[in-house]
């Protein structure tokens, strides 16, 4: 009995040495628990090794302590632990799971680290399967001829089978790509288009457990009725109709399902690994940056499933219109009620645009003027708030019963423009209206990533041969025409900012949209006049509100006069310091701090890098010259030698380690 608690008293004292050395090799901010598991897996596989190889034939046991740690044998085993659980935990680094990019990077960084693992083997598995897929499609097999027109259905079919038998989020991201028309050629757009998901709505049981969950109070003192058959059923929520206790009022419910955070733990992750695999097989799919749309679609549907998102999106757009001269609605949010996964809107009773036309008729309406107002209202959003609602199909504008306004619904994809975008599409338009293809370069220059190696000449004459084909004609086609631009763009080799991309296929939508209401309406002609309203409004509003005016004529000027009052010191100062020929102009990258820290940690790096391989290379020489040594000196050259090689491998594995760290750093 004194024996094994000697053995595991001092396997303990071991334990608690490789846990501290190793910890201090591997550096600071080191995960605790990985660190534990670590050195508990090195330690227990090297004492099996090392028993079964070698202690059982000794007579260990019967050893003093001191003898048995001063064994060369003993030394061997310690230095064994030391490397293994070094190695281990890299592996762990290496393999951690992770996820890719913005706010909401990773589901599974936040649950206990073994449960990690089990993760880990869960979407190895389903990765294997997706690829397995892909495989028997055929499609790294058309991938090398995806540039001939022949084959590029072929190469359609096969990504449209992939993803539609992989199922959950790759139907998604499919239907995703099907609107992606500024990438893809129209035969990549009709099979995506084909992608159909089915959605089993949610049970009565399940809806109730949700409520429960997300109210702040009961299911019957939040409503007086609730609807259990669902208005409509996606893959992320669901919507109920219901009637508040409090005041009656008239409400939709919309619920996220409770298996999505689920389905994004499993299959997010696995789509982006999924998307470097083919960005890896096709030049074509690493072009049009494959592996980047698949990180976007999975931060973008993480955004999502996030109502909170929605709602500040509801209220935003919503007071933004309610300033505006185009009278359009926004159902009001009743934020006592709504969280991240629940939201309680104001129930407008109403028709959807394709089957309004009894509203219509009902009110007189004229359905050009509708549509102007719905037009001039997008337009509003997009080139003045910079905040605009990005998904205009029919089903999300409706037609209130009650008075025939038009109402705006669905707020979980929103588009944002900065202040230089939205000049430019605003440029872009009178381009557009002018025929002139040198304001269209202008405009798309502040459209466009990595602008400036463009041939101004070439892409002024691609722009010109499109404008000659929507000229002289009644009506501009908006979507040929953006279709075109999008062509043009991607076989200059450019690509639109996303944000411009979302906003040019909200205007491809929209005029759909608008043409299902006014077969003959026309979005350019339209929007020419609504260039010419805002201009006179913007030249009338002194007029009209002269006192808001004169309060930002007043913020302006507080913000002006301090720095006018010191123009003329700065201009003396300027000239004294030409005049004595003081002024040098000089630039130095250590200047700046993190460049200089930068730099400094690649030299140490560096340095510890050259000095793991001159131990390496130093050791093995000792090594092949102590065996031809015959004499007693012999021994202390192998012991140099195997010193030398096991310092070498604990250099190598820390900086493994750090470049493993940096990597999911730069992802982040």
Not at 159 to 172: A, D, N, V
Not at 291 to 314: C, K, M, P
Not at 550 to 556: D, G, N, P, Y
Request: charged share 25%; with cysteine; net charge neutral.
């Amino acid at each position: 009995m004194l024996v094994y608690l000697r053995i595991f008293i001092e396997i303990s004292l071991i334990l608690l040495f490789i846990f501290y050395v190793s910890g201090r090799l591997i550096g600071s901010k080191v995960h605790v628990v990985k660190r534990l598991l670590s050195v508990i897996l090195g330690v227990s596989l090297t004492s099996l090794v090392y028993w079964y190889s070698y202690l059982r034939f000794t007579d260990y046991f019967e050893q003093g302590f001191l003898s048995a740690v001063t064994d060369a044998s003993t030394l061997i085993w310690i230095g064994s632990m030391l490397m293994i659980s070094m190695l281990f935990f890299l592996f762990f680094e290496l393999f951690e799971a992770n996820g890719f990019g913005g706010s909401g990077a990773t589901l599974t960084s936040r649950v206990f680290f073994l449960k990690r693992l089990l993760h880990l083997w869960r979407r190895q598995k389903r990765l294997s399967k997706v690829l397995e897929i892909a495989v028997k499609n055929g499609i790294s097999s058309t991938f090398h001829y995806a540039r001939h027109r022949e084959n590029e259905r072929q190469l359609a079919i096969a990504l449209r089978r992939t993803l539609e038998q992989s199922g959950g989020i790759f139907i998604k991201f499919g239907q995703a790509l099907s609107t992606r028309s500024d990438l893809f050629h129209p035969i990549f757009i009709e099979e995506l288009g084909k992608l159909q998901q089915n959605v089993v709505p949610l049970t009565a049981k399940q809806v109730k457990e949700v409520l429960h969950k997300a109210l702040p109070e009961t299911f019957d003192e939040v409503f007086e009725s609730f609807s259990m058959e669902p208005l409509a059923a996606g893959s992320i929520g669901q919507v109920h109709r219901a009637v508040l206790r409090k005041n009656r009022d008239e409400v939709v419910v919309k619920l996220l399902r409770p298996d999505v955070s689920t389905i994004m733990r499993d299959d997010l992750d696995i789509l982006v690994e999924f998307a470097e695999w083919v960005a890896l097989k096709s030049t074509w799919a690493s072009n049009i940056g494959f592996r980047e749309l698949a990180i976007g679609f999975a931060n973008a549907l993480r955004e999502e499933i996030d109502f909170e998102i929605e709602i500040r999106n509801t209220i935003q757009i919503g007071n933004i219109l309610a300033k505006s001269p185009y009278t359009v609605k926004v159902p009001h949010v009743y934020r006592e009620y709504s969280n991240y996964n629940l939201i309680v809107l104001e129930y407008f009773k109403g028709k959807s645009i394709p089957k309004g036309k009894e509203v219509f008729e009902q009110f007189q309406i004229p359905q050009r003027d509708f549509s102007r107002t719905v037009l001039f209202s997008y337009l509003e959003q997009m080139l003045f708030a910079g905040i605009f609602h990005a998904d205009p199909h029919p089903g999300n504008i409706f037609i209130d019963s009650r008075d025939g306004l038009p109402v705006l619904l669905d707020f979980g994809a929103v588009g944002r423009l900065a202040k230089v975008q939205q000049e430019a599409l605003n440029l872009f338009v009178i381009g557009v209206q002018q025929n002139d293809a040198e304001i269209i370069y202008d405009a798309v220059t502040d459209l466009v990533e990595d602008s400036k190696d463009i041939d101004r000449q070439k892409f002024e004459q691609a722009i010109g041969q499109i404008l000659l084909r929507v000229s002289y004609v009644d009506r501009i086609s908006t979507d040929e025409l953006i279709h075109s631009i999008f062509d043009v763009v991607r076989d200059f080799g450019l690509s639109f900012y996303p944000s411009v991309g979302i906003a040019l296929r909200a205007l491809i939508t929209l005029d759909g949209t608008l043409h299902t209401i006014d077969p003959g309406f026309d979005m350019f002609t339209e929007a020419k006049t609504f260039a010419k309203e805002t201009k006179t409004a913007i030249l009338k509003k002194p007029f009209r509100e002269p006192r808001e005016v004169k309060e930002r004529i007043e913020e302006e000027l507080a913000l002006i006069i301090p720095e006018l009052k010191k123009f003329p010191k700065r201009v003396d100062h300027l000239l004294r310091k030409v005049e004595g020929g003081r002024i040098i102009l000089h630039h130095d990258i250590f200047s700046d701090k993190s460049n200089a820290h930068f730099v400094a940690l690649m030299f140490s790096r560096f340095i510890l890098l050259m000095t793991g391989i001159t131990f390496g290379i130093v050791s093995s020489a000792l090594l092949a010259i102590a065996q031809f040594i015959d004499t007693v000196y012999a021994v202390y050259l192998n012991t140099a030698a195997y010193t030398g090689l096991f310092l070498c491998v604990i250099l190598l594995v820390r900086l493994s380690i750090q470049a493993v760290r940096d990597m999911k750093n730069d992802r982040l």
